[in-house]
């Protein structure tokens, strides 16, 4: 499998924060600032006292600002294998500024809401709660679209080996349609809980529930197909495999599969683990 100028990119010299600025300034920006938006955000959570969802008020901006940041590096990245013109085109900026828009407005009032001590999902006691509900509603829309078209622009216009290509695009596609998929389920039940038996015991870093099904795992399984995809993707172009395409096909296959027993698993109301 020959290498080539666009797939050197993905592990160039300087580091992969290098490579994401190269591929777009912009989602890279935005990604390193949500990163560094977790000092104060850890700092927060440690000195605030207050109770919230899970272990804390400060939990869901925390993770929220971390997946969003790998989010738009792990596109930044993927960027790279866009010719120039593609990447300056229309379409790809139109992708970006959705994607930068809808993440800074979600992890800002996620954090917001924190900060007031009420609860940023499923807060629709007030006017003003359902409306905000909503609006992250869109913007969650906004940043699965954007994601898939993205995975569309990668597959259409890619360069660089096959196995990179159609690993990275594919890997957006899929990752953009179960973690959407699950995402809208997810937002218009009463919880992301489904079948808590007595208070909520959680995992100790994730958070997600062990006496009940919880939604949210099928979620993080499904949306993060696009990590998964796109590392195994550069392992098989690293060891010059033949026969990439099954492999690779055939782990997006198994992860879809996955996906959909974990969510299957939730409505059941049985725990992950």
């Known amino acids: 499998m020959a290498g080539s100028r666009h797939a050197m990119a993905w592990l160039p010299p300087s580091g992969p924060l290098a490579a994401a600025y190269h591929g777009d ?50 596109i930044a990245w993927m960027m790279l294998l866009l010719p120039g013109r593609v990447r300056r085109g229309w379409m790809a900026r139109a992708l970006v500024l959705a994607l930068v828009a809808a993440s800074l407005f979600e992890a800002g009032y996620i954090a917001w809401a924190a900060s007031r001590g009420i609860a940023s ?19 969650a829309v906004c940043l699965v679209l954007a994601t898939i078209g993205m995975g569309a622009l990668v597959l259409r216009h890619g360069e660089g080996p096959r196995v990179i290509v159609e690993g990275a695009g594919l890997g957006l596609v899929l990752g953009g349609v179960l973690g959407g998929a699950t995402g809208v389920w997810m937002s218009v ?6 079948g808590l038996a007595g208070d909520a015991v959680r995992w100790a870093v994730l958070g997600w529930l062990r006496n009940g099904g919880d939604l949210r795992v099928a979620h993080f399984f499904g949306l993060h197909m696009i990590q998964a995809l796109t590392i195994l993707a550069v392992l098989l172009w690293a060891t010059e495999q033949a026969r990439w395409r099954g492999l690779l096909y055939g782990a997006a296959a198994l992860g879809t599969l996955f996906t959909l027993g974990t969510f299957l698993q939730a409505m059941l109301g049985r725990p992950f683990a």
């Open 25 to 74: 300034r912009l989602l890279a920006a935005i990604g390193l600032f949500l990163l560094l938006c977790l000092v104060p955000t850890g700092a927060a959570h440690l000195l605030d006292t207050r109770g919230g969802e899970g272990p804390g008020a400060w939990v869901k901006p925390m993770k929220f600002q971390l997946s969003l940041a790998v989010h738009l590096l792990t």
């Open 121 to 139: 999902h499923y807060h629709v006691a007030t006017p003003f709660g359902v409306m905000m509900y909503r609006l992250m509603g869109v913007g």
């Open 189 to 194: 039940q009463p919880g992301h809980g489904v």
